[in-house]
């Protein structure tokens, strides 16, 4: 089975631009999460997404923006880039539902490096 | 809001060494507590997971218990590896929260042959 797959893997922007980043989950996975990874605050979660609504949001500016799709494919978008938004993005993917909360194993992709300049 | 400290690292052990990495939790009701790893040039994995009080969750060696008297998940190994050397991560799903992960800083594990 193929694992999460995130694209581009690498992204340089400029400061005021926009970005959109995309995250493919699991075959038959229907959840998709979003997570923000830098030195200095650590991993955050960004926003979660079941069968195309948001179920889950962190705390984040709403210049952070997601959607997903009937495929399950999920897209990311920042706009108004800042310095500070340079980071790892990280999705994750889960069946979304089995058990309770937390007892979906949540599947990471590699990640989406984001330098803004 | 709730919230994850771990110990700082890095942690650096010699090959057979007894490991321990703290991790201490702060929430509401009873949300499932989970310990993440990231080896290097890879993706995080989930390594184990505890999702009620008492519960002990285990895998290639490690093991961590949920202790609520204490708000504590501490991850342990008898003997580690080179090959463990890697960032841990203790996390927290808050209850009623499904797919969130709460992370803690992380703790990077250098273990000398």
């Known amino acids: 089975k193929a694992g999460v797959t995130q694209t581009p893997r690498y992204l340089i922007k400029t400061r005021g631009q926009q970005v959109t980043l995309s995250c493919s989950p699991i075959?038959?996975?229907?959840?998709v999460s979003w997570y923000q990874q830098t030195p200095g605050q650590g991993l955050q979660f960004l926003f979660e997404?079941?069968?195309?609504?948001?179920?889950n949001k962190g705390n984040f500016p709403g210049r952070f923006s997601g959607r997903q799709f009937s495929n399950s494919r999920s897209e990311m978008n920042v706009s108004t880039l800042e310095l500070g938004d340079s980071a790892l993005y990280l999705c994750?993917?889960?069946?979304?539902?089995?058990?309770?909360?937390?007892?979906?194993?949540?599947?990471f992709g590699p990640g989406t490096r984001l330098t803004v300049l | 809001g709730d919230s994850v400290t771990q110990m700082e690292g890095p942690v650096t052990l010699s090959e057979e060494a007894f490991l321990t990495i703290n991790c201490t939790y702060t929430?509401?009701?009873?949300?499932?507590l989970f310990w993440y790893v990231q080896y290097p040039g890879e993706g995080l994995q989930l390594l184990l997971k505890?999702?009620?009080?008492?519960d002990k969750g285990s895998n290639k060696g490690f093991e961590a218990t949920y202790r609520k008297e204490t708000t504590s998940f501490h991850l342990e190994k008898g003997s580690v590896q080179v090959s463990d050397s890697a960032v841990y991560f203790c996390?927290?799903?808050?209850?009623?929260?499904?797919?969130?992960?709460?992370f803690g800083t992380g703790t990077l594990l250098a273990v000398q042959p």
């Open positions: 994750a993917s889960s069946s979304g539902t089995s058990g309770g909360a937390g007892t979906n194993e949540q599947f």
């Open positions: 075959s038959g996975h229907r959840s």
């Open positions: 997404y079941f069968s195309e609504t948001q179920r």
């Open positions: 929430a509401t009701g009873y949300p499932s």
């Open positions: 505890a999702t009620k009080a008492d």
């Open positions: 996390a927290l799903t808050p209850s009623g929260a499904t797919n969130k992960l709460i």
